[in-house]
């Protein structure tokens, strides 16, 4: 018999993939998850490559990129969004990383804005 995965077990294999991070990185992770949803509650969430991968109509927009002492959170079209959030990182064509440390405080206006800037960009 096939099993495919619905909509039901995902909540329950995010929660898995939370649990398997190291306790120090948890509450950071957890914290970017619920201002990437805050953000853009309508984005679909899959565990990909070992990560958080959040899309929007089918297209990957963000990925949580668990880190020995940070957290990275992947913005795959940032490279057009950098004018706006010069705090991301990276280069190349197209992606760039908002960078987290654990145990800091989580900066929820610029994520969610830059979360809901991303989602826009992708739209447009």
Excluded: C
Aim: hydrophobic share 40%.
């Amino acid at each position: 018999m096939t099993v495919r995965r619905t909509q039901q077990h995902r909540p329950a294999l995010l929660e898995a993939w939370f649990e398997l991070q190291p306790p120090a990185a948890q509450p950071t992770l957890r914290g970017l998850h619920m201002l990437v949803l805050t953000a853009s509650p309508t984005l679909a969430v899959s565990i990909k490559w070992g990560h958080a991968v959040y899309s929007h109509s089918g297209h990957h927009l963000l990925a949580l990129i668990p880190h020995s002492d940070h957290a990275n959170l992947q913005v795959y079209n940032g490279a057009q969004l950098q004018d706006a959030f010069p705090e991301l990182t990276g280069s190349g064509k197209g992606m760039r990383h908002w960078k987290q440390r654990y145990g800091t405080p989580l900066e929820a206006g610029r994520i969610t804005a830059l979360v809901a800037a991303s989602v826009e960009h992708a739209a447009a």
